[in-house]
């Protein structure tokens, strides 16, 4: 029998447990995702099409696990992608896809690990939450974009029953360092019941 990973990606908040997990998960998270109906995804990427007028562009997709967020990008019209990662294995997956142009692996404790102004649009989805990245995630990607750079980004029912990730986000949206273009509250894991917040945020 296949061993399920989902429940315990939920659960598990510690950095390096949660690494273990991915590398473990990677050989069948697509699989366990998809009967799970996983739909964010797309609805990021379709979300960012309508916000973003130049789809040439480099897009970082951070957090990016087997690529399934950059296949969902590419049927959006983005053609240029580069993905980020901290899991060998996720990573591994994500390249047998041929949808990136780069793909590189990141250290968890790597405070900065997009150089600045790189990328005008950069994608964190299903990354920041309960098991996985930290609230402080949007400090880093938003950081990292320039001054009118786009950031599509989720947030699942695990992550806004935690006040912290979305605090995080209005620390920026509050003093004005960044402005909410898009927020639609939709289907995540449909076969779960779990719904997510998709968010297109646009540095000030």
Known sequence: MTEKFLDRAYTDVNPETSNQIYDAWAKTYEAEVAENGYATP???????????????APVLDFG????????????????????????????????????????????????????????????????IGSGAAPASTFDLVLRALP???VLGVSLNDHALQEKVYERAMCNWLDTGSARLLFKEYGPHLPARDIKSNVYIIEKS
């Open 147 to 149: 001054s009118g750079g």
């Open 64 to 127: 990016c696990g087997t690529g399934l967020s950059g296949l969902a990008l590419q049927l959006a019209g983005f053609n240029t992608l580069d993905g980020m990662d901290p899991s060998p294995e996720m990573l591994g997956i994500a390249r047998e896809k041929g949808t990136y142009r780069s793909l590189t692996q990141i250290e968890i404790s790597d405070a900065a690990p997009i150089p600045d102004g790189t990328y005008s649009t950069i994608t964190a989805i299903g990354v």
């Open 42 to 56: 797309a609805r990021v990427a379709e979300a960012l099409a309508a916000h973003v007028k130049d789809r040439s």
